[in-house]
T-cell receptor, first 114, second 115 residues
Framework: EAGVTQSPTHLIKTRGQQATLRCSPI?????VYWYQQALGLGLQFLLW???????NRGNFPPRFSGRQFPNYSSELNVNALELEDSALYLC?????????????FGPGTRLLVL | AQTVTQSQPEMSVQEAETVTLSCTYD???????LFWYKQPPSRQMILVIR??????QNATENRFSVNFQKAAKSFSLKISDSQLGDAAMYFC????????????FGQGTRLTINP
């Protein structure tokens, strides 16, 4: 069974640009989560999608947004990039919001903002 | 707000020996989950072990076991017969059962295995 996949593995952008990160959950999983792992700040929850809806949002500005597609894959968009957005972005998936399931993580996308 | 604290930024252990990583958390909830994740240099987060708060029995997975003390809000991870492949960052994480499904992570403990 394939795990959570993320693309691209690395992304280099300049300040002010937009970045789009993609995530495909484990087959059968409907919930997708996004986390930011920035140096010195640890792992912070960004967004949670389930069944195409945004279910919860972490303490991040509105320029962090995303969506979930009918096939349950997800996209994270970061607009007006700032230097401090440089981080590893991890996507995780779980079965669904009604079952108390473990989150399984992808390999991450490393975003560097210059 | 829930918080998770890992007080040991770094730990080291000799190969084949046992090491315990500490984690404490703060919550007003009575039902929740606790997890240990491992992040090797590849950066992929890998689930090590999971504990449901309503279960009194400590979870075990092969060489990995936890000491869950609910009243003390403590959740330590014991790694027996340490192997070189165990070298990684270890993160303790908490999640409520109902409502927001987000994981709240500790700061991590970097574990080094000495051959």
């Amino acid at each position: 069974e394939a795990g959570v996949t993320q693309s691209p593995t690395h992304l280099i952008k300049t300040r002010g640009q937009q970045a789009t990160l993609r995530c495909s959950p484990i087959s059968g999983h409907t919930s997708v989560y996004w986390y930011q792992q920035a140096l010195g700040l640890g792992l912070q929850f960004l967004l949670w999608y389930d069944e195409g809806e945004e279910r919860n949002r972490g303490n991040f500005p509105p320029r962090f947004s995303g969506r979930q597609f009918p096939n349950y894959s997800s996209e994270l968009n970061v607009n007006a990039l700032e230097l401090e957005d440089s981080a590893l972005y991890l996507c995780a998936s779980s079965l669904d919001r009604n079952r108390q399931e473990t989150q399984y993580f992808g390999p991450g996308t490393r975003l560097l903002v210059l | 707000a829930q918080t998770v604290t890992q007080s040991q930024p770094e730990m080291s252990v000799q190969e084949a020996e046992t090491v315990t990583l500490s984690c404490t958390y703060d919550t007003s909830e009575s039902d929740y989950y606790l997890f240990w994740y491992k992040q090797p240099p590849s950066r992929q987060m890998i689930l090590v072990i999971r504990q449901e708060a309503y279960k009194q029995q400590n979870a075990t997975e092969n060489r990995f076991s936890v000491n869950f003390q609910k009243a003390a809000k403590s959740f330590s991870l014991k790694i027996s017969d340490s192997q070189l492949g165990d070298a990684a960052m270890y993160f303790c994480a908490y999640r409520v059962i109902q409502g927001a499904q987000k994981l709240v992570f500790g700061q991590g403990t970097r574990l080094t295995i000495n051959p």
